[in-house]
């Protein structure tokens, strides 16, 4: 099939996203997003109200605590104003401890609530300003937070639960709806923003993120730890943000690519995975430019639960995939697919689920086809 004809379904996916028509069960409004009148379906797995408040962008400051096996530092949420004169902006939460919460622009506290728990986490209602709840404003609201030792987003490993023994790990895993137990959030992935993040870890071990890396820096008060800096430009979903820290290498497998893993393993995967590049410009020639910048490989311990997750930057793999002929590498493919079908394209709630692995099936099937032959 010629590229063209492989372009048009993803252009009917966008345009069926903007003017799905929803159920009585589910309450929806018109609202601008970026300039184009988006139908907003509330998203029933969701308890923010973001069809009022709707955040654009986030910045992340967190400490790794493997001790006590938490997330501490804040969050800033820029949001725009969609409905006028709502008291309160609603964010998801799954036992999170919220400190404070403060209009970043005056440092002045917001009042706010955790709402009566249910099995989707408990509401954070905030009293936002006055100034606020004019149509079009936007409002940075800083919350002072650290997560729930039982975050279910967050895996912590010991030393011993690792390949080389010798410091712990921790990743996360936010999809469909465990970013609420990372941060307070809009999670729900009707919703995109893009993000910075500055990640301390303890000085011997690395921080990845769903993002591009800008490096890396001291820590201010603390000697025996580093800062990981981090940007993602392209709006993502909630359950797209991600994280790692641990004892980790890297390889050079192209020129927008690496493999990174623990040293027992980073031999065997860049070995494993030599043809991602190839996979990633065979995407190319399907469905048009690589948008995200950088396309690195993640070989995580043995108990991370999924073949793949396709964390933009940074797609994680499991261990399993290393069968030494690289004979279980197709998965990049799917994965991959991931950054055209889902990520940059994404289903406006989890009913509709099916249209993320769906086409990215499809696309990963002419990817194969184009490299191994359409009788694979």
């Not at 493997?66 to 104003?81: E, I, N, S, W």
């Not at 970043?104 to 209602?125: C, M, R, V, W, Y």
């Not at 709806?177 to 999670?187: E, F, G, K, T, V």
Request: hydrophobic share 40%.
């Amino acid at each position: 099939m010629r590229s063209g004809l492989l372009i048009s379904p993803l252009r009917l996916v966008t345009t069926s996203l903007r003017l799905f028509q929803p159920t009585a069960r589910s309450p929806s409004v018109v609202i601008n997003v970026r300039g184009v009148a988006t139908m907003f379906q509330q998203d029933k797995s969701s308890l923010s109200n973001a069809a009022v408040y709707r955040c654009s962008s986030l910045h992340l400051n967190l400490e790794v605590d493997f001790q006590r096996k938490v997330l501490a530092g804040f969050v800033d949420l820029t949001v725009k104003t969609h409905q006028q004169d709502v008291e309160e902006m609603v964010l998801d939460n799954r036992g999170l401890q919220i400190k404070a919460v403060k209009d970043k622009s005056s440092g002045k506290d917001l009042p706010f609530t955790i709402q009566e728990e249910n099995f989707l986490g408990a509401g954070i209602a905030i009293k936002m300003p006055v100034e606020a709840k004019q149509i079009g404003k936007e409002t940075c609201v800083r919350v002072m937070y650290e997560t729930g030792t039982n975050a279910t987003a967050l895996q912590w490993l010991s030393s011993e639960q690792t390949a080389g023994k010798r410091h712990p790990f921790l990743f996360t895993q936010c999809q469909a709806i465990h970013a609420r137990s990372m941060l307070p959030c809009q999670d729900t992935p009707s919703v995109k923003a893009s993000y910075t993040a500055e990640v301390s870890v303890p000085s011997d071990l690395v921080a990845l993120m769903s993002a591009v890396g800008s490096g890396s820096k001291a820590h201010p008060d603390d000697g025996t730890k580093k800062v990981y800096l981090f940007e993602q430009k392209v709006p993502i979903p909630s359950y797209l943000i991600a994280l790692v820290a641990g004892d980790l290498e890297s390889r050079k497998l192209g020129e927008r690519s690496d493999v990174w893993a623990e040293r027992e393993v980073v031999e065997k995967a860049a070995y494993e995975f030599a043809e991602t590049e190839q996979m990633l410009s065979t995407a190319e020639s399907l469905v048009g430019p690589y948008v995200w910048g950088r396309y690195d490989l993640l070989v995580l311990p043995p108990s991370f639960p999924y073949g793949g997750m396709e964390n933009p930057c940074l797609t994680f793999v499991t261990p399993t995939l290393l069968a030494g002929d690289r004979s279980m590498a197709g998965v990049v493919a799917h994965e991959i697919s991931h950054s055209w079908t889902g990520n940059l394209v994404t289903n406006h709630t989890w009913e509709h689920f099916w249209l993320n692995e769906g086409f990215t099936t499809f696309l990963e099937r002419k990817i194969k086809g184009r490299m191994y032959g359409n009788s694979l």
